[in-house]
């Protein structure tokens, strides 16, 4: 275990600042499975009730990687990934894309291949819980509430509690 | 001690090939029909395909005839985005007298990841798994009376999206089941997710005692055999069947064992009745049951493509 503190509860609170400053009334949230969209449903739930903080919202979608991931002919297929649902049309949205961690940029560039199978957004922002660095394609988040350094060998993952809290878990050597 | 791997399975335990049901783990089985799920709502995008195979070359092989099972193969791997050989075999090679593992040779040097094969022997597949380059997969897609195992996923997938859970079930499989592959798929499956009553239905010369070696209930009565049932499975009663000794008529067949809505109403209300198609209606099945509320067997041809997909991507991600 590495002795870095993330204190996912204080920076679920500074991303709802982030997400209220960028959002727009003609926005959908659409969060990436699995701990993007823990984050899309809670902003949702927090932000949607009134007095809304966030205008307009809806329910949110849920969107997956695993059919456009490049590293499928060395992994295979994922099983227990939700598949993707999208409760808006995509075609002309302005889609708000949350993600828990940012690291080497491969997963959002398979979800936005993922995300214009079904249409064509007029514009995609990202926002992440996690900038962990060591990006390996030119992607970069509207807004992350941290940026950390930790060595590519370690696995930083959002889990959700039974309360609906939320925390995180640093695995792998430092 | 010399333990005998499954040749459908690598070391970890993963699935390479897809030859028959038997003898998969549960786990196996039950991660083939979550993943059918992923690729069922693919129909419901704007863009009906994903790259997954992309820049992977799959030939359908078929030494027998079959257009829906090869059309369906063809569309699943379309819609993984492979690039997709049609051989019909039957007319081609081995009618100049070239063997089988010499026509397999041949398509290796051709760069094939894939092969999709139906032959009328039983065990066909299982040799061409054993002599193709270790990157090459293999489907079967019928062999003999052996087995038709996405066809047997195909029904579980269907079973399990109307009746959700497997372990309350009873299951009827009525008509010619000594000459079917479908049922023996079917019966493996049903068996492996752990369905309690499995029936086989049907004359004593097309349902030989036997079976209840495969832990199945033997009924010759067609009332005993569907009564209760959650889900009735018709068999088609191929033709060539209904001449010689094994059946009297098709008239007789369809007294005695044709699923009517009178004979239906004797299973479970809410019974689904499945079939692998093609139908002959008025032999196996009556048109009014055929096209009626109960009738799932269109699903089963839609549910087919997303089982397909998921079966030509699980293999082609694990290596051997």
Known sequence: MSNLILDAEALYTEMRVGVQALWRPD????????????????????????????????????????????????????????????????????????????????????????????????????????????RELPIQPAFAAAKVTLPASQKLSLTRLDDGRFTFAVMGSN | MLHKRNPQLNRHG?????????????????????TAGTFLSVNDREVKKVPLLRGKSVFNLFFENSTRTRTTFEIAAKRLSADVINLDIAKSSASKGESLLDTIANLSAMHADMFVVRHSESGAPYLIAQHCAPHVHVVNAGDGRHAHPTQGLLDMYTIRHFKKDFTQLSVAIVGDIVHSRVARSDIHALTTLGVPDIRAVGPKTLVPSDFKGMGVRVCHDMAEGIRGADVIIMLRLQNERMSGAMLPSAGEFFKNYGLTDDKLRLAKPDAIVMHPGPINRGVEIDSSVADGSHSVILPQVTFGIAVRMAVMSIIAGNEA
């Open chain 1, 27 to 134: 926005m959908a949230l659409l969060g990436i499975w699995s701990g993007g969209a823990w984050l899309a449903e809670r902003l949702a739930a927090d932000m949607g009730t009134h007095p809304a903080d966030l205008p307009g919202i809806g329910k949110p979608g849920v969107i997956s990687s695993t059919l456009h991931r490049d590293d499928f002919s060395a992994r295979g297929m994922h099983s227990g990934t939700d598949a993707t649902k999208i409760p808006f049309a995509v075609d002309g949205a302005h889609i708000l894309l949350i993600d828990d961690v940012l690291f080497t940029g491969r997963t959002i560039r398979a979800v936005l291949n993922e995300l214009f199978d079904f249409g064509r957004p007029a514009s995609v922002t990202l926002v992440v819980l996690v900038d962990r660095g060591g």
């Open chain 2, 14 to 34: 993963e699935l390479i090939h897809l030859l028959s049901i038997e003898g998969l783990p549960r786990e196996v089985v039950s991660n083939i029909l979550d």
